[in-house]
């Protein structure tokens, strides 16, 4: 029988931030340059690239953007960093749904939200950019790949479980590799309620320090982290 876990308190967002964990890495401290433009990493797991563009730093706290291909399609997009202010937490679902159907980072100011309207548009971009490159360096690399699979075996490698629809709201987990170590996990998705937010940075460092999905269920957010634990196990499953 798993133990119970207490839920840390955590206040409500008009919007579910979305998480990100690594062990002895501060993912609130940036650095920029003054180079013309922050450069993008992208990371590929079976099927899809993960890609994080640049972090831009604006009046109102720093913006970056995470967005996830198949192939040249855009299939989801997070934030990273937003700045922790009502209209901006509006503004993200709005621009997100904007990029999902234009496919492309040429899409409309959030009234009220100029700034991060304008940073988001430029990380995504920076993304999407480093997708078509890596795309590009991925077809010219296909003949030597077999050469350098010592090298692919402790390459950084990003996994997104299954999404695992719950009576709260679908549960969707990212794990990042770096060989067999499981190094960062994010919620792609999540249930939108107290509890689950609470639940969250419990069930992510439960995970990097089990180093698998046999974790405890969070008290007040079991749903939640059985949905957690099944989308993390088949990511752990997939991966290459």
Known sequence: MKRAIPALVLSAAA?????????STDTTSTTTTAEPAPSASA??????TV????????EKGPVQVQATFQGDKITAVKFLQQPD??????????????????????IDTVSGATITSDAYRESLQAAIDENEK?????????????????AAENASQAVAGPTVGTSKGDVQVQVTFEGDKITAVEMLKQPNHPQTEAAVPVLIKETLTAQSADIDTVSGATITSDGYRESLQAAIDAKA
Do not use: F, K
């Not at 990371?43 to 899809?48: A, K, R």
């Not at 202010?85 to 040429?106: F, G």
């Open 15 to 23: 919007l579910v931030p979305v998480w990100r964990y690594a062990p």
């Open 43 to 48: 990371s590929t797991s079976s099927g899809s």
């Open 51 to 58: 890609v994080t563009g640049p972090t831009i730093d604006t």
């Open 85 to 106: 202010h009502p209209q901006t937490e509006a503004a993200v679902p709005v621009l997100i749904e904007e990029t999902l159907t234009a496919q492309s980072a040429d």
């Open 134 to 150: 890596a795309a590009g360096s991925s077809d010219s690399g296909s003949d030597t790949a077999s050469g350098d699979s010592g």
